[in-house]
């Protein structure tokens, strides 16, 4: 998938924080399920990204973004899709 915003996802709101995203120019294909991907894949593809994830400096600008928008999919600030539906579910 290409996308035409330095980061994963959609660029409709004010996120400053872009310019300092350790995965500015990576392009989204390690954040997003291609349609064909097996379980398998995911979970390599899913681990390749929180790893870049993990030392960004706008990990948690990223995470508050993605959980307070509701963003459906991808990887976002070190958090999977599933991850995030935990933690919506456990939150009531
Ligand atoms: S936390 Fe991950 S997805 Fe978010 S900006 Fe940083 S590298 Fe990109």
Not at 64 to 82: D, F, I, K, M
């Amino acid at each position: 998938m290409t996308n035409v915003s330095p980061l994963p996802g959609r660029d409709e709101d004010d996120r400053e924080w872009h310019g300092r995203a350790a995965c500015r120019g990576l392009g989204t294909d390690p954040f997003f399920q291609p349609a064909d991907e097996s379980s398998a894949e995911r979970a390599v593809r899913e681990e390749a990204a929180r790893q870049v994830c993990a030392p960004c400096p706008v990990r948690v600008e990223c995470r508050r973004h993605a959980l307070n928008s509701r963003e459906p999919y991808g990887v976002w600030g070190g958090l999977t899709e599933e991850d995030r539906r935990a933690l919506y579910a456990r939150a009531g």
